[in-house]
């Protein structure tokens, strides 16, 4: 009877129901351990359309005890890092993958036993320590269940994680802090080649930077994946060949799959005098106000604005192409208008997007931004934070470039590119010259769906807005 209570806790029931289950199974047969219910915990839906994650590095090895909550693995999506924990609590029988594969969402991830939980904790060693830790993570840590975003290697909280292939002997082998794994991760090097000196031979920072100092020469090369100039000039004249970061793998497969949307390219340059001068207003109530939790505010929010009121007129921008049956593709229109912001993070490049900016005024706008701002450049962007997005502006105006040719999101069929702003000599009526403020707009569409002419229209209407922002100011609520 309690085998079959088991079984239905397993997928879906309250954690209450479980935890019921298993102390009335305890009482039970408290000392009839050996039956078995191994249990395969599946890869949760952890995105919208993300089929497939690369494990990053797993937590557990086979044997281990797990409780519910405590950390199994970290996978990598397309968007950002994400550490599965346990629905259950058992003992790990079998890991499906390898650090490294990739593993599809819905298939086994590991076999837990369920009725195996050995009362004698001292064999698990490492294990029980740091996921004793790990359940100290603060509550906003385990509100997803079973899965929780980190962006990138971030994983505060998470006092000790493991990688495969140290010369340690213990299950959890390669240990080292997340703002020390931050650092390994951030310079592309491999933590089994550290040797590391802290703790159960944990590496520290200093472990990490004596090895930057004096790395193998084979490791040198590493750094050239993560893109990051070299720091000292190379006497190798050969050419390396590196693995690409975890990173690269997801923008890799992720652009590959947006090349198959033939993209239709559309700029223009917006005169933003007129803009310039209102958010200098702005911005110096701002700096004299109590009220606003905003106390400074960027170019961001007029255009995000000014691209919501536009898709009220254009909403075909907004939509997305369903294609569940490719002989039939379909357009899924959407009401909410979720912008998705490209963000240079430390973790590199994240979308998060803000909700249903169609009911947000400029400051609520800029307070959102400057939330997922600080979110990602923390490493805690939520799941919820970086789904649902309907079309996305690229800003890379603040890192500089005039031009740049975005790329289309597959669940979109529009995305913004903004140049950086200058000042530049133009002509006024009267045939004077005058200082002009000049920022490029340039619309990528997906032209199976967007004709050029619609696009245009939008994009004229967008640069319209941000040239009379009192325009914008008029439509809005
Ligand atoms: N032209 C001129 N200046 C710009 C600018 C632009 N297009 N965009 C930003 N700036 C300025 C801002 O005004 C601010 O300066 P200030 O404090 O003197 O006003 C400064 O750069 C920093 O702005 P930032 O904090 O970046 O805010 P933002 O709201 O303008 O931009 C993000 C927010 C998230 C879009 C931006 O920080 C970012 O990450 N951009 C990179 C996006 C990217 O990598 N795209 C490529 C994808 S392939």
Redesign the pocket.
């Known amino acids: 009877m309690w085998r079959r209570s088991l079984l239905r806790a397993g997928m879906g029931s309250s954690r209450i129901a479980w935890r019921t289950d298993l102390q009335r199974a305890h009482r039970y047969f408290h000392s009839s351990r050996p039956l078995f219910v191994v249990k395969p915990f599946l890869l949760a839906d952890i995105g919208e359309g993300i089929r497939e994650c690369e494990i990053i590095q797993w937590f557990v090895q086979p044997g281990a005890k797990v409780q519910q909550f405590d950390n199994i693995c970290e996978v990598q999506s397309d968007k950002a890092s994400v550490e599965i924990s346990s629905r259950y609590d058992g003992v790990i029988k079998k890991l499906y993958y390898d650090a490294g594969d990739m593993a599809i969402v819905g298939k086994p991830l590991v076999d837990i036993d369920m009725a195996e939980i050995p009362e004698d904790t001292s064999e698990l060693g490492d294990v029980s320590a740091q996921q004793e830790q790990s359940k100290s993570e603060p509550a906003a840590a385990q509100e997803t269940g079973s899965s929780q975003i980190r962006t990138s290697s971030i994983a505060e909280g998470m006092e000790a994680a493991a990688m495969n292939g140290s010369g340690n002997s213990g299950r959890h082998r390669s240990l080292a802090t997340p703002a020390v794994r931050r650092i390994i991760r951030e310079r592309s090097l491999d933590i089994t080649k550290i040797t590391g000196t802290g703790k159960d031979g944990r590496v520290l920072k200093e472990d990490v930077e004596r090895y930057v100092e004096e790395p193998a020469e084979a490791d040198k090369s590493s750094a050239v994946a993560a893109g990051r100039p070299r720091s000292a000039p190379t006497q190798s004249l050969e050419e390396e060949t590196v693995p690409l970061t975890p990173m690269q793998n997801q923008m890799f497969k992720a652009m590959t799959r947006s090349l198959s949307i033939p993209h239709f390219l559309y700029a223009d340059e917006a005169g933003i005098d007129r803009l310039v001068t209102l958010r200098n207003t702005i911005n110096k109530n701002l700096a004299q106000s109590n009220d606003s939790i905003v106390k400074?505010i960027?170019?961001?929010?007029f255009f995000i604005k000014a691209v919501s009121v536009a898709l009220e007129e254009y909403p075909l921008i907004n939509c997305r192409v369903d294609l569940t049956d490719e002989s039939k593709p379909k357009l899924v229109t959407r009401p909410q208008h979720n912008i998705g912001?490209?963000?240079?993070?430390p973790a590199g490049?994240l979308v998060p997007n803000i909700k249903n900016v169609q009911q947000l005024n400029i400051l609520e706008i800029a307070a959102e931004?400057n939330r997922l701002?600080a979110a990602?450049s923390t490493g805690k962007l939520s799941a919820a934070d970086l789904k649902g997005g309907t079309i996305t502006?690229?800003?890379?105006?603040?890192?500089g470039g005039t031009y740049?040719a975005?790329?289309i999101v597959t669940s979109e069929v529009a995305i913004m590119g903004?140049?950086?702003?200058k000042v530049i000599p133009a002509f006024d009526d009267e045939g004077a010259v005058v200082p002009k403020t000049v920022?490029n707009f340039s619309w990528s569409a997906d032209h199976r769906v967007v004709d050029g002419g619609t696009m245009a229209r939008m994009a004229c209407l967008v640069k319209k807005y941000c040239e009379e922002p009192e325009l914008l100011i008029s439509k809005l609520r």
């Open positions: 400074k960027s170019f961001m929010p912001i490209a963000m240079d993070t490049l931004l701002q990602g502006l690229s800003n890379i105006g603040n890192v740049v975005p790329v903004i140049g950086r702003s920022v």
